[in-house]
């Protein structure tokens, strides 16, 4: 069982950086594939990027020469740090984690965290 918490959402105008945190409790942190998600109002949840437990990247190609995803398995957390914020980058984000070794899809991560708004105006 993994609980996870996410962090460091807000409000930026465009062009502005955020650093998104999600922290995770329970055991074997460093076995999970930890990945993000987005879900803008009225769309799908969308895959932004994971970091799996062997530290593979992978990324939306849209969103790839800006947001970065970052693991320390020491402090048990997961990061997204996203720069160049565009006003379409409005929504909740939402991490989750997966024992499989990489997945895009949402119904194949076993744990989500309740989501941290990020707000991008322009």
Do not use: H
């Not at 074997?28 to 593979?56: D, I, L």
């Not at 379409?88 to 895009?104: G, K």
């Amino acid at each position: 069982q993994v609980q996870l918490a996410e962090s460091g959402g807000g409000l930026v105008q465009a062009g502005g950086s955020l650093r998104l945190s999600c922290a995770a409790s329970g055991r074997a942190f460093s076995t999970y594939t930890m990945g993000w998600f987005r879900q803008a109002p009225g769309k799908e949840r969308e895959f932004v990027a994971a970091v799996s437990w062997n530290g593979n990247l992978y990324y939306v190609d849209s969103m790839a020469d800006r947001f970065t995803i970052s693991r320390d398995n020491i402090k048990n957390s997961v990061y997204l740090q996203m720069n160049s914020l565009k006003p379409e980058d409005t929504a909740v984000y939402y991490c989750a984690a997966t024992r499989r070794l990489i997945t895009m899809t949402p119904p194949e991560y076993n744990y989500w965290g309740q989501g941290t708004q990020v707000t991008v105006s322009s």
